[in-house]
């Protein structure tokens, strides 16, 4: 793999304009905003439990992480 | 996040991460890494898409890539409510998991894990220290550079603009090449009005003026060794305290930090070998064949498309790299 540096000044194992290193466009919208209140949404966790993340959160403060992936 | 969970779960701070991943991936990956928050599967990325953030510059021919999300990070309230978002216009850009607790604590939560210098006179103290997991270097992670100021009652400091011959709060930082400084973020000044001479705009207390920064390939790129394994932040600091009525000697104080830079494991599949600093002890080769066979069963014409695309793109940067254009 060739490594090159984009304009940020990072390096990868992808070339440059590879779908991979696609990052956020300027003035794409985020999702949710400041001040809504975040979707229901139930997803599995890694043993297969259903977890209803409002539910789950039980009035607790909390951080939601969305990531590429762990494979890669 | 790992490291920080214990930090996570003493604020009473849920967390959850979600990708795109199966739940044999996410279960090999959480024992693998020991991690003890939920890792959620979004296998057919519905969540991600819920959220409207999919990578919508991944297309569905793009094989395993397509459903990824744009990464970010959503903090809420007790309520649900989000208080602070965190996206950036480079996927290698993250902040640090002490970052989210902050934002969700509403207060900058300073631990000793991370380099720090004291100074200050004259019944002020000054804190100079490295915010965010232990304070090292890491390609694309942010943490922040914290010029704390505790201030006695009675005296305060100048944030800009001040008039002619007075001193500002004044803080330089210099680092190496590929040390990057982003946007500084103060807290709001006082008014403070001095009749006939000038109004000023005052902080008092306690003070934190945050400096983010990260590092680029040119300090400390992820696809070969690392050039030095530590490297010098120098910060110099200049303010002037007053009272209502008189000011002290203006003051200016150095400061030295050394900062580790990280030594990063990277996933041992094909396309990161003979890169980074050490293989990771994460054999993703299995994981990575799942991947692909789901994404085959979606869209068969995805895969040998996207090995198509990326061989052509490849060969279009070794082009670069031998000739110096496309």
């Known amino acids: 793999m060739v490594v090159e540096r984009d304009h940020h000044g990072f390096d990868a194992p992808a070339p440059l304009g590879h779908p991979a ?9 985020t999702g949710p905003e400041i001040g809504e209140r975040l979707p229901d949404f139930t997803l599995p966790d890694a043993c297969g439990t259903q977890i209803d993340y409002h539910a789950d959160r039980a009035n607790r403060k909390s951080v939601v992480v969305f990531y590429r992936s762990a494979v890669w | 996040m790992r490291d920080a969970f214990d930090k996570f779960a003493e604020h009473e701070i849920g967390l959850y991460a979600i990708s795109y991943d199966d739940q044999e991936t996410l279960a090999e990956f959480r024992d693998k890494q020991s991690i003890p928050y939920p890792l959620l599967s979004d296998i057919d990325s519905a969540v991600i898409q819920k959220f409207g953030i999919v990578n919508n510059q991944v297309t569905k021919n793009d094989a395993i890539l397509y459903g990824i999300p744009y990464p970010g990070v959503y903090v809420t309230d007790e309520n649900g409510v989000v208080v602070t978002k965190f996206f950036h216009d ?11 607790i902050d934002a969700a604590l509403g207060r900058l939560v300073l631990d000793n894990n991370a380099p720090q210098a004291t100074g200050g006179d004259q019944g002020i103290k000054l804190t100079v220290a490295i915010h965010g997991g232990k304070g090292t270097i890491r390609q694309g992670v942010i943490r922040h ?8 009652e009675g005296l305060h ?4 603009p001040v008039p002619e011959g007075m001193i500002t709060t004044e803080v330089q930082i210099d680092g190496p090449e590929g040390f990057r400084l982003m946007p500084p973020e103060f807290p709001a000044t006082e008014k403070l009005t001095l009749p006939d001479i000038a109004e000023l705009n005052v902080w008092h207390g306690t003070v934190d003026l945050i400096y983010p920064f990260y590092a680029t390939g040119e300090l400390a790129s992820e696809c070969r060794p690392l050039d030095t394994p530590s490297v010098d932040i120098n910060v110099l600091v200049r303010y002037q305290a007053c009272t209502d009525s008189e000011c002290l000697l203006p003051r200016t104080e150095t400061f030295s930090l050394p900062l580790d830079l990280d030594v990063i494991d990277i996933p041992d599949i094909e396309i990161h070998r003979g890169h980074g600093q050490r293989p990771g002890n994460y054999d993703g ?3 990575l064949k799942r991947l692909l066979a789901r994404k085959i069963k979606q869209n068969p014409q995805g895969v040998p498309l996207f090995i198509g695309k990326n061989l052509w793109m490849q060969l279009k940067a070794l082009g670069r790299k031998l000739f110096g254009r496309d």
């Open chain 1, 21 to 29: 290193r696609a990052s956020l466009p300027d003035g794409h919208p």
């Open chain 2, 90 to 100: 480079s996927y290698k850009k993250r902040d640090s998991a002490e970052l989210y």
């Open chain 2, 145 to 152: 550079l914290v010029v704390r100021f505790e201030l006695p």
């Open chain 2, 157 to 160: 400091i100048y944030g800009p």
């Open chain 2, 285 to 287: 080769t299995p994981a």
